[in-house]
């Protein structure tokens, strides 16, 4: 029997993932940690951004966690390693463990079709764009499936596409909602929004190109379909709380609005501005209707939450005696389950990750490493090859920086022997 080379360089990379690496030895340097620490601080000191929280976890304890500049500078309040940060699509990977959680129950099926659990995606269409800029919608060649959803292979984007803006609009979604992917402002349940999004016209057919858009969004709405619960309340009793995250939630209690970190923009001389309210600034994560749990772009976190929930992916789904995921559950997460669709430079797409499949094809990181981030800056990766964990988080959207790769470059060059 002949293997194919891609499912042989799938296996290899699962071999790094799951038995560790050559690197088993790296250690990061404390003397060339202090280049991350320099940079971080000119960052906040030359106003590239308002302030930061870093920190890098290897073996699962951290050897990197520190605070840079302001929190809210209007409101003089200083960055601390407890802030919380509105962490926009960093939500997908944990509404994706939630979906693989109900897969291995046998409440959801990787290749089931999504109009199983919401009917308007029983029977979905595509806009074709057309020489003179309109659409022509078709009927999709094949139903959805959670797998397509999982890896962003369904079709479906924001909705901002000038061939589709105007059809999406008038269903307040897409140009009307905020910058297309927010809807923490919506006085509905996320399931509503969903069912709505069923009867328009998606662009591209299903599985035949990766489109970055609702797609977790809908597996949210899944979430709650399947389990019978909303998708907050799944997520807290299933996830955040068995693993002791306290301050992961999709909205913030008003008693704690002073640990909400404020929302910035980079201004046309790439220094820092404060963002304005409403949905393209500072958002509805205090005040608002509170009732749309948003799973692609939804929860609030802090760095020290977030990276105990990746350091459970990294060891295979569980983490100090609790386990959310089985090991192979985790392994299709942070493998890429979507061949070159996502990319033919080296970097695949797992079920809510973004994997590298090739050294070089995401600056230092590791064969096996997979990340992804969230559009209000923040940011991670983890490299299961050097045991490391990097969690990134400011608010500052739009975002003109250089920082996240620089902090990436800036932990990885610490490593040695």
Known sequence: MQISRRALYSAVIAAFILSGSSAQAQKLSTERLKRLDSMLQRSTEDNEVAGVVALVLQDGKPVFEKAYGWADKEAGRKMTTDTIFRIASQ???IT???VMILVEEGKIGLQQPVGDFIPTFRKTNVAVKQPDGTAQIVPAKRPITIHDLLTHTAGISYGTEPHVAKMYEAKSLGPAAGNGWYT??????VCTTMERLGTLPFVSQPGEAYVYGYN??????VVEKASGMPLDTFVKTRITDPLGLKDTRFYIPQGEASRLAAVY?????????????????QGHYVAGPRKSFAGGAGLTSTARDYARFLDMIRNNGALDGVRILGPRAALLMKTNQSGTLHSNTGLGFGYGFETVDRIGANGLAGLGAFGWGGAYGTNYQVDPQSRLVLVFMMQLMPNRTTIQPKFQTSVYQALVD
């Open 96 to 98: 994706s463990t939630a």
């Open 216 to 221: 977790t969004d809908i597996l949210g709405c």
């Open 184 to 189: 923490a402002d919506k006085d509905e349940p």
């Open 91 to 93: 939500t997908k990977a």
């Open 265 to 281: 923009m980079s201004g046309p001389d790439e220094k820092y501005v404060r963002a304005p309210e409403g949905s393209k600034g």
